[in-house]
Structure formats: structure tokens, C-alpha cells
């Protein structure tokens, strides 16, 4: 019997796999199905997500945070995974928190939202994807932070 030990660099390394592929199929929906309205109110969150950072309030920060990724499973239409994104969001509100508090991490967040929002303006999945990698490699994966990071500039992916 072959019993095989597992690390928390591997545990971290599967969720965040599992993490991005349902972030990606979330985003890809969205642009897919999201409606002007959708995507006004989706305008309007990040704006808010960047006012919040300027003044550096990690409360309010993380309240549009939260609100962005719950907008963007909306508008998917996906009923499936806009329950699994609000329990998952839920399930790591205060890791969450902790993590835009980090340095550099409010800013480099606030960059990848304006990012992933502006690609599904345009409806690109390729760039959609290339940028959710990014902000789940960035949030969850094994570096958590590329400090200083420009999303519209590629970097290698773990996930």
C-alpha cells in the first residue's frame, strides 16, 4: 500500500488550480452573457475599488472586492456558480482581507480588476484569461504577490 504524504505546497498548488478553473469559466461566461447594464455596474464597482485604494481603506476595499466578483458570476447567468462564488467568498472574507493588506497587494489587485474589466468590455477571453491567472496566481498561488506587477504585462503561471 503506497500512502502518499501531502504537503502544503501541494494542497496550495491544487486549490489554487481548482480556484482558477472556476474563475475562468465564470469570466468566460460573462463576457459571454453580460448585458450594458451589467457591465455599467460593473464600471461603477471599479471605480469605487480604486477610490477605496487610493485612500488605502482595506474595509471598503475588500467590500467592492467582493462585490466585483459576485457581479462578474451575475452576469455569467450561471446560477451554479454564482452560489459557488458567494460561498467562496464568503468561506475566505477575512483571508481575503488580510491579503489586500499586504504591500503592494491593494494597488496590484486594483490594477488586475481595472484589467479584467476592461477585457470584458471588449468581450477578449484570451485576455480575460491571461488576466484571471494572473489575479489568482497573485491572491492564491505559491508566490501570492509579484510585487510591483502591471497586468498588461505577461508573467510565467504555476496554474
Known sequence: MFIKVIQETHLRRYMSAKIFQIERLRLMLCIDHATQNDIMDMEETVALISFYTKRKD???LHEYD?????????AS????LLNIMEQFLSYTSVFREYAVS???RMETACKEHLAIYESICKRDKKEASRLITLHVQNAFGPRQIVSGMNPSV??????
Request: aromatic fraction near 12%.
Open 77 to 80: 447567468g450561471n446560477i451554479w
Open 102 to 104: 499586504r504591500p503592494n
Open 58 to 60: 482595506f474595509h471598503h
Open 154 to 159: 505577461s508573467t510565467h503561471s504555476e496554474v
Open 66 to 74: 467582493t462585490r466585483f466578483h459576485i457581479q462578474i458570476a451575475r
